[in-house]
């Protein structure tokens, strides 16, 4: 069993910046891929960034450039630093290993 605990959610305005952290811990033996995903209301869930151990990383193109994923990979942490927000990031973002997914934090961006 793996426990992903978020942390760093808010209401900011556009154009503010945001950091998200993910801590995975329980039966870990090595984790490979750990990414974010959001999901608006009414929207499907889709990734927005993915990042493996060795640290490639991959992001959604609707991202790219304000936001940057990193990881610990000693610590089994995962951070999703977001810049340059905008109305149409609002979100509940999660954080995901292979098959875990984290309870979600809210994000919100005001206009």
């Known amino acids: 069993q793996v426990q992903l605990v978020e942390s760093g959610g808010g209401l900011v305005q556009a154009g503010g910046s945001l950091r998200l952290s993910c801590a995975a811990s329980?039966?870990?033996?090595?984790?490979?891929?750990m990414g974010w995903y959001r999901q608006a209301p009414g929207k499907q869930r889709e990734l927005v960034a993915s990042?493996?151990?060795?640290?490639?990383?991959n992001y959604a193109d609707s991202v790219k450039g304000r936001f940057t994923i990193s990881r610990d990979n000693a610590k089994n942490t995962v951070w999703l630093q977001m810049n340059s927000l905008k109305p149409e990031d609002t979100a509940v973002y999660y954080c995901?290993?292979?098959?875990?997914w984290g309870q979600g934090t809210q994000v919100t961006v005001s206009s």
């Open positions: 995901k290993v292979p098959r875990y």
């Open positions: 329980g039966s870990i033996f090595s984790i490979n891929a």
């Open positions: 990042i493996t151990s060795s640290g490639s990383t």
